[in-house]
């Protein structure tokens, strides 16, 4: 079965820093861009951050721009969310996801496979 396992999450202190990874398993990885989104409390799930199958561009949503970094490592079937500055805003539930296609998209309808999630909670 393919899957898309995240892991990092947690609890931080606002100022703090997290690293999420999103692991794919089973799922042609290394020709899809991927991206990273998130669900906060009460609120519709939002895209965050994107990266081409290659690494070699990236989009990032202005509220986490100069924050957090997406990056990739093709040949370990991974890609990961640096995460620095840490707000209390940003906690959510986070998802990576794989895109249909090689490029970058920030709505869900372009992205077919999800994993399960990982919480990331941000105290003030």
């Known amino acids: 079965q393919v899957q898309l396992v995240e892991s990092g999450g947690g609890l931080v202190q606002a100022g703090g820093s997290l690293r999420l990874s999103c692991a794919a398993s089973?799922?042609?990885?290394?020709?899809?861009?991927m991206g990273w989104f998130r669900r906060a409390p009460g609120k519709e799930r939002e895209f965050v951050a994107g990266?081409?199958?290659?690494?070699?561009?990236?989009y990032s949503a202005e509220s986490v721009k100069g924050r957090f970094a997406i990056s990739r490592d093709n040949a370990k079937n991974t890609v990961y969310l640096q995460m620095n500055s840490l707000k209390p805003e940003d906690t959510a539930v986070y998802y990576c996801?794989?895109?249909?296609?090689?490029?970058?998209?920030?709505?869900?309808?372009?992205?077919?496979?999800w994993g399960q999630g990982t919480q990331v909670t941000v105290s003030s």
């Open positions: 996801a794989r895109s249909r296609k090689s490029n970058i998209f920030v709505g869900e309808r372009e992205y077919d496979y």
């Open positions: 089973r799922l042609s990885f290394s020709r899809y861009a």
């Open positions: 990266i081409t199958w290659s690494g070699d561009s990236t």
